[in-house]
């Protein structure tokens, strides 16, 4: 016999088995949570629901990238018998780990004399790897030019910020036309506004330079007689 209170929670476990059934059973990956495992565990088996967990695992395979599949392979290693190794001590910032062991690794191609180095990380062993697939690297361009692995990726790269650059100037070209257009139309009201205000003006400064005359000759006469009087 269920409480109320107990309905949304069993409504809740019957929505989630129902949905992950075909997962597996597992235990939950932390210890402090197999109490939560075990009650839905004997509520799904007591209610007659298949048995979940909502735990999922680690093991599934990485995405694969999209833009990869065009590209050539990349290339393989020579072998070992044509490589000649030596460790080198590391330079430049990291510690002792770097400056004081030998974990820097150099490879020689014996047949073509070509010499890669890399100090990529403090571990020796990954060094090795990294410096394998540099040296292919580079025997893969010396070879094959243009068609080489790390040509075909650099054009892809050049290509893609080209057509990244020609977007954002059509972008931006487009927004200064916009902003032109604009400017133009309120230039054009500007000069409508002024030659309203040039016409007003102009049709009131005769009537001004009239009366200004008239009152000049005025006060031109009123000091000459003025002048007159006080002569007699």
């Not at 990380?121 to 292919?136: F, M, V």
Request: net charge positive.
């Amino acid at each position: 016999m269920t409480s109320k209170l107990s309905l949304p929670r069993l409504a809740h476990t019957y929505r989630r088995t129902t949905i992950l059934s075909h997962r597996t059973v597992l235990p939950p990956p932390f210890p402090s949570q197999h109490h939560i495992w075990t009650d839905v565990q004997s509520l799904s088996l007591r209610l007659g629901f298949p048995a979940t967990h909502s735990f999922s695992t680690t093991n599934s395979p990485p995405l694969l990238k999209t833009g990869s599949k065009n590209l050539p392979p990349r290339p393989k290693p020579p072998p070992e018998e044509e490589i000649e190794e030596s460790y080198l001590k590391g330079s430049g910032p990291g510690g002792q780990k770097i400056n004081k062991t030998n974990s820097a690794v150099q490879l020689k191609h014996i047949p073509t004399g070509l010499v890669v180095k890399c100090q990529a990380t403090r571990s020796r062993s990954q060094n090795r790897n990294i410096a394998r697939q540099l040296l292919a690297d580079k025997l893969d361009d010396m070879t094959r030019g243009d068609e080489s692995r790390s040509s075909v990726v650099s054009e892809v790269k050049r290509k893609k910020k080209a057509s990244s650059r020609k977007k954002s100037r059509r972008k931006y070209r487009k927004l200064d036309e916009e902003k032109g257009i604009t400017t133009g139309e309120e230039a054009l009201l500007e000069e409508e506004e002024e030659e309203e205000n040039s016409n007003v003006l102009a049709e009131g400064l005769p009537e001004e330079g009239i009366h200004r005359h008239s009152d000049d000759d005025a006060t031109d006469r009123a000091t000459h007689d003025r002048r007159q009087h006080a002569r007699i």
